[in-house]
């Protein structure tokens, strides 16, 4: 029985374990394992946290002086920065986003928001 059958059938959580977790270009339809089976090892702190300091390594920054509500192209956010930024967020944190939400000025706090939205 092929993937397309297999999503029709049965339900989409049960599909979800044929997709490839690496592969960019189902990440955004299957949540990452360690996102939504244990969740007590993130919070939102905790993810804002990671996230600050992501970013203020990329941009040689201190996390402190990360603004979560400030777009990321204000700090310097780059084409080849929102690269490293979407490879980043899709292997440490399970998220589908692309360089061109980054570049059209997404905030760190929009990414954190997307990242916590199976927490709550």
């Known amino acids: 029985m092929n993937l397309y059958v297999l999503i029709f059938l049965q339900t989409w ?20 394992i360690r996102m939504t089976s244990d969740n007590d090892g993130f919070t939102v702190e905790k993810i804002e946290k990671r996230i600050k300091r992501k970013l203020g390594e990329m941009l040689q920054l201190s996390s402190e002086a990360i603004d979560l509500n400030q777009p990321m192209i204000h700090y310097g956010v780059d084409s080849m920065m929102s690269v490293e930024l979407t490879a980043w ?12 939400e980054v570049l059209n000025g997404m905030t760190a706090a929009s990414l954190v928001k997307k990242a916590t939205l199976g927490l709550h």
């Open 89 to 100: 967020a899709s292997k440490e944190l399970g998220l589908g986003v692309t360089q061109l």
């Open 13 to 32: 959580e049960k599909a979800q374990q044929f997709v490839y977790r690496t592969s960019l270009k189902f990440r955004h339809l299957a949540r990452d």
